[in-house]
C-alpha cells in the first residue's frame, strides 16, 4: 500500500465538492471598481487618509512588527495609548490590545474559566466563541437564541463560577442581543457577563461607543467586552475592555496575549487614529445604521425576506445555498461585493446575501446596491 499520510483529505475534498460547498480565495486588488457591501468598514475609514498616514508613521516610528510578545518588547507606547483611549471612549475601567479579536475572546473565555466553571453561550454566537469555550475546558451549555429566560434556567441548575457570552449584534442577520435582560439575569444569579462588541463598536451607542454603552451597561463590575479594531475603525486587532483587575488576570493567564506576537505597531496607529476621528465626527456612527435601514427598507419593499437591522448588518434570505452563492456572483459580475453565508457557517440552515452598510456610501450608491441585488434576485421582485 501506498505511503499517503493525507490522502484522507482528497475524500473530504470530492465531499465538500459535491455538497458545492468549497471555499475559495479571491484576491482583490488594489484599484476594484467593485462597489463594496461585503467588508465589515462600516465607517468606511479603512482607505481614509488621515487613518492611512497614522499607519505609515506608526510603522516608520517603531518598525514593521511588535518584534516579541506584549510581554517582552511587543508593547510600546502606541499601544499603551490606545488601551487608554479604547477604555476611556466605551466606558470600561481598563483595557488590553490583542493582535486579532479573535485572539481577544479566546482570551477572555480562557482566562475568566475553567474547568469548574460554567459558560452559558448563545446559539447564534461567533466561531471564535464557540473556540474559546472548547479551549476553557468549562461545562458549556448552548441557549437558545437571544433567549435570557433561557440563560436564567441554566444558571439555577449550577452552583459555582458561571459566565455568560454573547455577541452584541450577531454578524449573520444584524439583530441585536438583548443585553439588559441578560445583565439582569447575571445581576440575579451571580454571574459575570461577557459581551463581543464586534458589531456594535462605531455604530451602536452615543457617537458609536458600543451596544454596552447604549444599554447603560459599560463599566459594570460584572461586565467585560471584546471587540475588533478590523470593522468600524478600519485596522486589524483586537481588545478586551473590564474591570482593571480582569485586565491585570489576562496579563497573568491568558495564553493568546502571553505567547503571541503584539499587534504590528502600524495597526495600532491606524486603529489609534479612526478612534480619534469618530471621536471628532460622531456622526458616522448614526450615519451607518441609516443606511442599512435605507437598505433594508427598500429591499424588502420590493417583496424580498430581510431581517431588520439592529446596526449596520443587512440579512436577505436566499431560496436555497446553490441561488445564494450564484445571487452574490450575479451581484459581482454587475459591480455589486456581497456577502454570501450558507451552510455549513450558518446554524439555522437558511442561506442569505449578507449587506454591509458604510457610513461613506452616496445615496446614488445606496440606489446602485439595491437596483443590482433586485436584479439579479433569483426571487420574485416588484
Known amino acids: 500500500m501506498a505511503y499517503a499520510p493525507f490522502g484522507w483529505i482528497d475524500d473530504e475534498a470530492r465531499r465538500r465538492a459535491g455538497a458545492g460547498l468549497v471555499r475559495t480565495l479571491r484576491p482583490r486588488s488594489a484599484g476594484t471598481a467593485l462597489l463594496d457591501l461585503a467588508s465589515n468598514d462600516y465607517l468606511g475609514l479603512s482607505r481614509n487618509p488621515e487613518v492611512t498616514a497614522a499607519a505609515a508613521d506608526a510603522a516608520r516610528t517603531w518598525g514593521a512588527g511588535a518584534t516579541g510578545s506584549r510581554l517582552v518588547t511587543g508593547s510600546t507606547a502606541l499601544h499603551a495609548e490606545l488601551e487608554r483611549e479604547l477604555a476611556g471612549f466605551c466606558g470600561f475601567e481598563a483595557a488590553l490590545v490583542f493582535s486579532s479579536g479573535y485572539a481577544a475572546n479566546l482570551a477572555a473565555l480562557t482566562a475568566l474559566t475553567g474547568r469548574d466553571s460554567l459558560i452559558v453561550s448563545d446559539a447564534g454566537n461567533h466561531a471564535s466563541i464557540v473556540d474559546g469555550c472548547r479551549l476553557s475546558r468549562a461545562v458549556t451549555a448552548v441557549v437558545p437564541h437571544a433567549d435570557p429566560e433561557a440563560v436564567r434556567k441554566v444558571l439555577h441548575t449550577h452552583d459555582g463560577r458561571a459566565l455568560v457570552v454573547t455577541d452584541s449584534v450577531f454578524s449573520v442577520d444584524g439583530d441585536a442581543a438583548p443585553l439588559a435582560a441578560l445583565s439582569e439575569v447575571c445581576r440575579d444569579t451571580g454571574a459575570a457577563l461577557l459581551v463581543d462588541d464586534a458589531h456594535g463598536l462605531g455604530v451602536l451607542g452615543a457617537g ?22 478590523s470593522k468600524s475603525l478600519g485596522s486589524q486587532g483586537g481588545a478586551v475592555l473590564g474591570p482593571a483587575r480582569v485586565i491585570s488576570h489576562l496579563v497573568n493567564t491568558a495564553r493568546t496575549f502571553i505567547f503571541d506576537t503584539g499587534l504590528a505597531p502600524a495597526a495600532v496607529g491606524a486603529a489609534l487614529s479612526a478612534l480619534c476621528l469618530l471621536r471628532r465626527e460622531p456622526g458616522r456612527a448614526a450615519r451607518a445604521g441609516a443606511v442599512a435601514v435605507e437598505l433594508y427598507t427598500r429591499l424588502t419593499a420590493a417583496g424580498l425576506t430581510a431581517v431588520r437591522p439592529d446596526a449596520a448588518v443587512v440579512s436577505v434570505r436566499a431560496p436555497s445555498a446553490e441561488s445564494a452563492v450564484r445571487w452574490a456572483a450575479d451581484c459581482r459580475t454587475a459591480g ?16 442569505r446575501l449578507r449587506l454591509t452598510a458604510r457610513a461613506d456610501l452616496t445615496q446614488d450608491q445606496i440606489a446602485t446596491a439595491v437596483d443590482t441585488v433586485l436584479a439579479t434576485s433569483p426571487l420574485p421582485v416588484s
Open 208 to 229: 458609536g461607543r458600543g451596544a454596552l454603552a447604549a444599554a447603560g451597561l459599560a463599566g459594570g463590575e460584572g461586565t467585560v467586552a471584546t471587540l475588533t479594531l
Open 336 to 351: 455589486l461585493a456581497v456577502g454570501c453565508f450558507r451552510p455549513p457557517s450558518v446554524p439555522d440552515g437558511i442561506s
